[in-house]
């Protein structure tokens, strides 16, 4: 009984200096990360069209890529032919690997003919403040 | 002994709930949410002062302010000068309240200054993916 309450409680120190664990070890590589501003003006007549297309890339790319922390797509006010993503990799491979998925060249593929000019930015860091970990 | 194993299970199967719940509460809210993109340029002679004055600033409110769930703060490479905020609001009040606050105000003014051209874009969310929650 005692040995079985000491597993127990042990278990549950486990799980959360796990969850510290993971949590400080996340923190600690966000020097690593590659950020990227991409600015896209989608030719009006494949607004609806283009978003789908890219819907479908960030959902799967968060999915099922460890490396693509997020993908945040936007819209000028007014202007739906105006998009803004913001994209945050865990490191360069993460990058890499991101633009060699076949969802990414669906999506590259697809939208060709839709996007009338795509501005890509690289960025450095000043700081990354969000409550979300 | 059968009864205290109920009871552990049970507040097991409760704490699940409980995460998935804020979770889900959490999802519904995303419509909710004020994007907003900042592009600016900064005299070269401050963009350490300016650094300094942005950092404080984005620490505080994401300390300090419940519905400031994102001030992502990045440059363009090469270009020290030329910062990029994307910001990320619980709701339209989340906003209004943050430009209000002290430490928003502190910044707002220490750097009027340093600050050459400053652009905001408001916007509409395509899709916000992320790991993060």
Do not use: C, W
């Not at 501003?37 to 609806?48: K, S």
């Not at 890499?96 to 999506?107: D, G, L, M, V």
């Amino acid at each position: 009984m005692i040995a079985k309450k000491a597993l127990l409680f042990g278990g549950a120190v486990g799980l959360v200096y796990l969850l510290f664990a993971t949590d400080k070890a996340r923190a600690q590589n966000t020097q690593d990360r590659v950020i990227r501003l991409a600015e896209l003006e989608i030719d009006p007549a494949y607004v609806d069209e283009y978003k789908a297309f890219l819907k479908e890339e960030v959902e799967t790319s968060i999915r099922v890529e460890p490396g693509v922390l997020t993908l945040y797509s936007v819209s000028v006010k007014g202007h739906p032919e105006k998009v803004r993503l913001f994209e945050m990799y865990a490191s360069q491979a993460a990058y890499e690997s991101h633009i060699q998925s076949p969802h990414f060249r669906k999506y590259k593929v697809g939208t060709q003919q839709m996007v009338k000019s795509l501005t890509l930015l690289e960025t450095d860091q000043i700081l990354l403040g969000s409550k979300f970990k």
